[in-house]
């Protein structure tokens, strides 16, 4: 896969068995998110849509050399919490790149890839927080109005 073939990507971590962050971007400019990625987990889900660059400095961020190692990786000795991140690129014509890592939150030695994806899904929740803070609040505003 090349990063001009994506156009759309999922990004999901677990933590124990709670959902800590969904989140779905697209080339469209469609943003989906729930939580931040830490607990106890925010439970607001929104849906939206934006210019679409914030999926473009995303995507600029990736490095195609990581495609080939789209895996399963389950690591054997898991210390802590279990947690999984799942990461899926989709595109046209394309098979995803399916990356999902299961690991424990006191886990050493868990390689180059998870490094990797762990600063792009950081980078994906700070591009997206004011997003997700600003159509939380208009989606609290839309419920205490119908409540009215």
Do not use: C, N
């Not at 899904?121 to 609040?137: F, G, H, P």
Request: proline share 4%.
């Amino acid at each position: 896969m090349k990063k001009t073939d994506i156009q759309k990507f999922r990004i999901d971590i677990i933590s124990g068995s709670e959902s800590a962050l969904s989140m779905m971007l697209g080339r469209d400019g469609t943003i989906g998110r729930q939580g931040s990625g830490k607990l106890p987990a925010d439970k607001v889900s929104v849906l939206g849509s934006s210019d679409g660059s914030i999926f473009s400095s995303l995507i600029d961020m990736l490095d195609e050399r990581v495609f080939p190692h789209a895996d399963v990786y389950d690591h054997p000795h898991k210390i802590g919490v279990p947690i999984t991140y799942s990461i899926v690129f989709l595109g046209h014509g394309q098979e995803p790149a399916i990356f999902e890592f299961r690991f424990g939150s006191k886990t050493h030695d868990v390689g180059e890839l998870l490094p990797f994806f762990d600063s792009f899904i950081s980078q994906a929740v700070a591009l997206t927080d004011a997003w997700y803070a600003e159509e939380k609040l208009k989606a609290s505003s839309t419920d205490k109005s119908i409540l009215q």
